[in-house]
């Protein structure tokens, strides 16, 4: 059974910062790409950035040069910091493990989402 679990959502002012963080747990072998997702209300989820297991990373326009991913490959961990937030920046962040192989290799290669945390950025 594989869980992930994100922790640093809250509530800040425009022009604050957060960094969100997203543990993946259970009998995991390799993680290929980590990703973050967010949802604002009335709309659809949107990726936000993703990091792959050699460290390359890729952002959505919108956050490119205000946010940063990284992750921790031993400890099966993503990271999101997040600067100069701004009010469109609202919604449910949500991490995704892509690639995940488990160590009993009983399935092949699979997705695992966590339940999200919300982040709201005040004006």
């Known amino acids: 059974q594989v869980q992930l679990a994100e922790f640093g959502g809250g509530l800040v002012q425009a022009g604050g910062s957060l960094r969100l963080s997203c543990s993946a747990s259970?009998?995991?072998?390799?993680?290929?790409?980590m990703a973050w997702y967010r949802q604002a209300p009335g709309k659809q989820r949107e990726w936000v950035a993703r990091?792959?297991?050699?460290?390359?990373?890729h952002y959505t326009d919108s956050v490119k040069g205000r946010f940063t991913i990284s992750r921790d490959n031993a400890k099966n961990t993503v990271y999101l910091q997040m600067n100069n937030l701004k009010p469109e920046d609202t919604g449910v962040y949500s991490c995704k493990a892509e690639g995940l192989l488990l160590l009993s290799r009983a399935y092949p290669p699979s997705d695992y989402w966590g339940q999200g945390t919300q982040v709201t950025v005040s004006s």
């Open positions: 990091i792959t297991s050699a460290g390359i990373t």
């Open positions: 259970g009998s995991i072998y390799s993680i290929n790409t």
